[in-house]
């Protein structure tokens, strides 16, 4: 399908630049352009477009607004060393997307138009990618229901869009280790749900765990199992894997857990190491006693956001349970590892680097 470039906004360096020489947060700023396409059940994909970032026009009846049909997809666009710009797996984001649409039972995007697209965006907005320290160009590509519709049942008509904003690190203070909550009472997902799929509703679901946590001094929540509330399942909207007795554990994936970009990235990482890695059912028990009796060393968060989050302490039923005050050499080592392959500091020998070509 061509890609129409419509309604381009010429470049401003002077406002990129003002806006790159801030301090950039996460998700804060937009670039000047977006892409669409529209679904229908007659058309099928149709009318893909870049043009200028602007306000959406839906229905009050939208389906997206009262029967929740939406998800999306979180990857970035890295500035290289020679000043090229790649992303990082961008196909592994392009299966999970189509993943979710199978779930919420939307249309799936092919997975050539995916990546036509994010490559043509990309490029466009190429003066967009930030070059300090750990900033990148976060890309969001989601998709919503968008026939006007008063009745349950999956939509007829849908947008996908992708947008993009510059960003820095994802916690203020960097690679800091962080303190979890831990939820006993409130869940993400439950077997047979949407936990395994970028559903937008997870997150809203979720945002009452975060204000328990920050009420707490915590920033992130550990969540458990629905069935059991026993086992570990994530942290936050991240993955999670633990040093135990020196080997890499993580939750297996059960459909209530998402398949990260990430969490693949550090698996596969730590098994070119040499490292033993085991999915297996961590239950909250064992891990607190592994955490007393020093048999665990690490935890960390893995996610595209902040690709690599170093676990300070857990705070379970008012008490702290601490872990550690630095970021552990494992942390560190897929932290250092990864970034420098994202960036182009480093060897990419399974080919993950996916460079946006330049067009006239």
């Known amino acids: 399908m061509e890609i129409q470039i419509e309604n381009r906004r010429p470049p401003n360096a002077s406002h990129?630049?003002?806006v790159l020489s801030r301090e950039l947060g996460f998700g804060?700023?937009?670039?000047?352009?977006?892409?669409?396409?529209?679904?229908?059940?007659?058309?099928?994909?149709?009318?893909?477009?870049?043009?200028?970032?602007?306000?959406?026009?839906l229905s009050p009846a939208a389906a997206v607004l009262h029967y929740g049909q939406a998800l999306f997809e979180g990857q970035k666009a890295y500035r290289q060393v020679d000043d090229e710009i790649a992303m990082f797996r961008p196909r592994m984001n392009a299966r999970r997307f189509n993943q979710s649409a199978q779930r919420l039972?939307?249309?799936t995007v092919p997975e050539e138009l995916y990546l036509a697209a994010l490559e043509r965006l990309i490029d466009v907005?190429?003066?967009?990618?930030?070059?300090g320290a750990m900033q990148s160009l976060y890309v969001r590509p989601f998709m919503i229901a968008t026939e006007p519709l008063q009745g349950v049942r999956p939509a007829n008509e849908y947008l996908f869009a992708i947008i993009l904003s510059p960003v820095g690190a994802y916690y203020s203070q960097g690679f800091e280790p962080v303190k979890i909550f831990v939820s006993r009472?409130?869940?993400?997902?439950?077997?047979?749900?949407?936990?395994?799929?970028?559903?937008?509703?997870?997150?809203?679901?979720?945002?009452?765990?975060?204000?328990?946590?920050?009420?707490?001094?915590?920033?992130?929540?550990?969540?458990l199992d629905a069935v059991e509330r026993r086992y570990v399942e994530e942290i936050g909207a991240m993955n999670v894997v633990f040093v135990i007795d020196g080997e890499l554990v993580?939750?297996?994936?059960?459909?209530?857990?998402?398949?990260?970009v990430t969490r693949d990235t550090v698996l596969?990482?730590?098994?070119?190491?040499?490292?033993?890695?085991?999915?297996?059912?961590?239950a909250l028990d064992d891990l607190l006693d592994a955490i007393t009796t020093k048999r665990c060393t690490e935890a960390f968060g893995c996610g595209t956001a902040a690709v690599i989050s170093a676990i300070r302490s857990?705070?379970?039923?008012?008490?702290?349970?601490?872990?550690?005050?630095?970021?552990?050499?494992?942390?560190e080592q897929m932290f250092r590892t990864i970034t420098d392959i994202q960036w182009g500091r480093g060897e990419d020998p399974h080919r993950w680097r996916h460079m946006i070509p330049r067009r006239p």
């Open 16 to 18: 990129v630049a003002d």
């Open 28 to 57: 804060r700023y937009f670039t000047d352009h977006m892409f669409t396409a529209r679904w229908s059940q007659e058309k099928g994909w149709h009318n893909a477009k870049i043009s200028a970032f602007e306000d959406l026009h």
């Open 105 to 107: 039972v939307m249309p």
């Open 125 to 131: 907005e190429r003066d967009w990618v930030p070059s």
């Open 185 to 223: 009472e409130l869940v993400r997902a439950a077997p047979g749900g949407t936990g395994a799929a970028k559903a937008a509703g997870n997150y809203a679901g979720s945002l009452l765990a975060g204000a328990q946590a920050q009420a707490a001094g915590c920033e992130q929540v550990l969540w």
């Open 250 to 260: 993580t939750p297996p994936l059960g459909g209530s857990i998402l398949p990260g």
């Open 268 to 282: 596969t990482v730590a098994r070119d190491r040499g490292l033993t890695v085991r999915e297996a059912p961590v």
């Open 314 to 331: 857990f705070h379970v039923d008012d008490r702290e349970v601490a872990l550690t005050e630095a970021p552990g050499r494992i942390a």
